[in-house]
């Protein structure tokens, strides 16, 4: 193939994380990007639904997300916080500006109901759906801040440090929201909501 | 249920509660889109010179994405279409495997040659060119696929020359929807041109009847194999 836009000087990725190199690799092979897409296309999709999106909202933003992150791949530095939490937040800007324009549908907490592994008795499922509708409808009453960090943390699988970054605070105070929200979710499920 | 929790407990149940799969459905959407910003992004790549996208609006009225490869002048000998294709294998791929159609269709100062057409069970794809009687700037604008069923059959993916002394050339893939196979003969419908830029936009209508023999799958290179391996 030939290409047109090669890196300035050449990059020593060796000892670097996989997602950095494919990355850098993505930058004059859009190809190599086809392996971040599936290494990450599972939590992006979660994270969107756990905003609130519904399946095809998530579908499309979660398209979007791509879309935005391989015609900005020469914008992604690797050593940073890394490829994850980059994505995680051009998903979090997508949903974002997707609520400016229109006001999602709340998430149907019966529609996750369902979702079960393989194998599982239907008691196990029945037990399973109720807990996933239960612990939905207490996150939905936190306030909006509360809901992204847990989000990020439990859907997209980021940890503190990861999370910072994405939504603008430092590591400190993005483990004392993630505190206090599962605090207050705690507080919450003692008191039967 | 457990109300009285600990906090290793909320957090598995938090992660239960977030683990959601990917239906099928949705994994297919996403995944189409993804692969038709990565034959974009190779066919810009691949391209000689300078190259940029549409913006949004433009790019909106041929569908999800369109790379414009502007080439400049044209290199000595080289067809509009040998430059459209160029070395981006997904395309060259595309267009090998497309068949001749070579008709034309001429409204509002504007004609619009289909020059090849391919069709797999999931996409058909179209080669055409723009040029002006005026000699301006053009490309195309709105466009769909109908199969002999009925079913429209979406733009998805268009990339193109953007204009070059005075014709333009693209290549769009439309999306049958999600189940369906198209069916030919097809008809394509085109409603409008554009400028390269995507500012003013002209009304017309250009129809085309052709039919092609479904292809296997288009799989040609890693990227989409990769895609196509992971789709349920």
């Not at chain 1, 029945?126 to 992204?148: G, H, K, M, T, Y």
């Not at chain 2, 709105?142 to 693209?170: H, K, W, Y």
Request: glycine share 8%.
């Amino acid at each position: 193939m030939e290409l047109t836009q090669r890196l300035a000087e050449p990059l020593d990725l060796a000892d670097t994380p996989l997602d950095d190199r494919l990355a850098a690799r993505a930058r004059n092979d859009p190809e190599a990007f086809a392996p971040l897409y599936e290494r990450h296309v599972e939590r992006v999709y979660r994270y969107l639904r756990a905003r609130g999106a519904n399946e095809d909202d998530a579908a499309e933003l979660a398209a979007l997300t791509f879309e935005r992150a391989l015609s900005n791949i020469d914008r992604y530095r690797p050593g940073g916080s890394g490829f994850g939490p980059w994505l995680l937040r051009i998903a979090r800007n997508a949903f974002i500006d997707a609520g400016r324009r229109q006001s999602h549908r709340s998430l149907d907490l019966d529609e996750t109901a369902g979702l079960t592994a393989p194998g599982q008795s239907p008691e196990d499922m029945a037990i399973e759906a109720e807990e996933r509708r239960w612990i939905r409808s207490l996150v939905a009453r936190l306030p909006e801040v509360q809901r992204d960090a847990l989000a990020l943390r439990f859907a997209g699988d980021l940890s503190s440090r990861e999370i910072a970054p994405v939504i603008g605070k430092s590591e400190a105070a993005t483990k004392k929201l993630l505190t206090r929200s599962l605090a207050t979710l705690k507080e919450a499920m003692r008191n039967g909501a | 249920m457990v109300h009285d929790t600990t906090g290793s407990d909320l957090e598995a149940a938090l992660e239960r509660s977030f683990s959601l799969p990917v239906p099928s459905h949705s994994r297919d959407v996403i995944d189409r889109r993804v692969e038709a910003a990565i034959v974009c992004d190779t066919a810009r790549l691949a391209s000689r010179g300078r190259g940029f996208r549409f913006p949004r609006p433009a790019r909106l009225l041929v569908g999800v994405a369109a790379a414009v490869l502007l080439t400049g002048t044209v290199a000595g000998g080289a067809t509009i279409f040998g430059r459209l294709v160029g070395n981006a294998p997904l395309m060259v791929n595309v267009w090998d495997r497309a068949t001749e159609i070579n008709q034309s269709s001429t409204d509002a100062g504007y004609t619009i040659h289909l020059e090849r057409a391919a069709a797999d069970r999931e996409h058909v794809w179209v080669i055409m060119s723009v040029t002006a009687a005026s000699g301006a700037e053009a490309t195309m604008g709105r466009m769909r696929v109908i199969d002999a069923n009925g079913v429209v059959i979406a733009p998805g993916t268009c990339a193109g020359t953007g204009d070059v002394q005075g014709v333009s050339a693209v290549l769009c893939g439309a999306n049958a929807p999600a189940g369906i196979t198209p069916q030919g003969p097809f008809t394509l419908e085109v409603t409008s041109v554009t400028t390269a830029a995507g500012e003013t936009e002209t009304p017309g209508h250009w129809t085309f009847t052709f039919d092609v023999a479904l292809t296997a799958p288009f799989s040609p290179g890693p990227a989409n194999a990769t895609a196509a391996q992971a789709a349920p």
